[in-house]
């Protein structure tokens, strides 16, 4: 199907669930929050700030914007991270309320309440203080989804200085670059993680890294997890639990500037290097918790909420970490992949806690619509209120399958638009008040504001596709690329101006409801990942057998795109090897190189790629060929018999 078919389709979805009378009557939003947003944005932003938030010294300013792109929001108001999403619970009599229910894939399980999780970050927090911690210093955590990661993330926030999650799926040369670009001084790491029945290693990976000494890292502090052995550098490694374990749970946390970093978190752009988005304290957390309670219709006392994303992305962040924590929530966390040991073992979670909310990505769904709706239906699931999406677009087909076999036919579903930069949710139904499309984010949330716009800035209007840009500033907007203010600049705001162009394409419906369409740039959606082609293609070419490389997203039934290689091999390894040998060591390269979510699904041998006459790679026709379809307009290639050889060749 080409792009437009696709597109014609999407939009002839008419399916309407409208909220139920039952639901409304207790929702947290209701449509006044619209009226309060349109008629005062700042005001509006002010007073969800000030209900939302403890401010130890209270902000008078809003917004300033008078250095664009770079925005302050309450910039005069001080408060402290890990207060707001800890002791403040525990002070106003919430300290018995469950924080994080653990389950480890292996089956072992923990608690913690809010008293006992602020506990444990005073006593991590004087930990990092007595190794040299201090405001503005950065930590790179790498770590499985275990609550010490969460502490480690809170106790580096309580300090007002700046994590940097790296995902453990991540290699040590990914890692290296991470950390060389933050020039953090400590890595918080684990021995290893349990995934899909094994252990995985992550303390080898940071030794790896770390590995010519030359680096701005002194300590490396190392949870045991995983039980599997590691090497000892004496002097930079410390055991958590043997550091912890003298330190007192009595820590008082200062307040920070609204505006003092709280994070940097790396992703994918269009070039080779991963950006380091950085995210500020005040404004963060405020829209962070306010669509945390708004879009997910949280009711603290009651629900039990479990967003299934790692902390190394950034859904993990605002909403594992930071939306859930500042809104006093009890919510399950979980280390494994979702059929280890058997494909229900999600079901049996949300069966086991009762979970009310869930929130995940549409891969995931797909997956599971795949192996059938026996699996689910097996466990009880009537718990289940609210259900979310995220990361990418979602097909009416699995958007229904999702209401219907995990949320018995009753339950709303928010499918919400957002990104790394982004911070929190922007393009989402609010539940309660908006009727569902299936397939569509539907509409901007209060206090944002976007718009569809031609390449020439021209808006879409009704019915009309374009680009996705974000018309004002937003509290949790990114504050800038770590280092690089010129590629922020570049990479966000050289589009259009002052509007924030977000880098997705977008169709707006009738009554003005966005449909998401996926990247226009050369960034691609793996399962709700991000990766770059460029990223991919400089590791690929890194290899002593690649002459050139390119990379393209194809669209994959259950990852949404999967990366697709074009290779050409240096002469002298051209026919040493078969295909399928080739393809192997690409693949295993790129896991080593970058991570195994960035390997090829496929790597095709060829003997020429596809070239505009200035010598960019037309990536348009190699996603065609990729995807198995007519080849489209060559009349800007160089040669236009290339594309009859790469064919032919592939047949
Ligand atoms: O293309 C959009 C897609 O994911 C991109 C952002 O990726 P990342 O920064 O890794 O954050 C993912 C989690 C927030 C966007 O540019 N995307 C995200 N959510 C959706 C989506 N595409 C369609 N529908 C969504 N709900």
Redo the contacts with the bound molecule.
Sequence with gaps: MSESQKIDSLLREERRFPPSPEFQKNAIAGADLYEQAGADRLGFWATQSRELLHWHKPFTEVLDWSNPPFAKWFADGHLNVSYNCLDRHVLEGRGDRVALHFEGEPGDTRSLTYAELTAEVKKAANLLTSLGLGQGDRVIIYMPLIPEAIIAMLAVARLGAIHSVVFGGFSAESLRARIDDAQASMVITADGGHRKGSVFALKTAVDQALEDGATSVEKVLVVQRGGNDVDWVQGRDLWWHEEMAPMVADHEAKPFEAENPLFILY?SGTTGKPKGILHTSGGYLTQAAFTHKNVFDLHPETDVYWCTADIG???GHSYVVYGPLANGATQVIYEGTPDTPHPGRWWEIIEKYKVTIFYTAPTAIRTFMKLGREIPQKFDLSSLRVLG??????NPEAWIWYREVIGGNTTPIV???????TGAIM?SALPGVTTTKPGS?QVPLPGVSIDVLTEDGQQVGPEGGGLLVITEPWPSMLRGIWGDDERFKETYWSMFGDRYF???GAHLDKDNDVW?L??VDD?M?IS???LSTMEIESALVAHPMTAEAAVVGASDDTTGQAVVAFVILKSRFVGTLSDEEVTAQLRDWVAQQIGAIAKPRTVFVVAELPKTRSGKIMRRLLRDIAEGREVGDTTTLTDTSVIRVISDGLK
Excluded at 389 to 394: D, H, L, N, R, S
Aim: net charge negative; proline share 3%.
């Design positions: 992703t992305w950034i859904t999406t995220v990361g990418e677009p979602i499918d919400t638009w957002w990104q790394t930069e393009i984010a977000a880098g997705d998401l996926g990247r960034v959606n709700g990942h991000r």
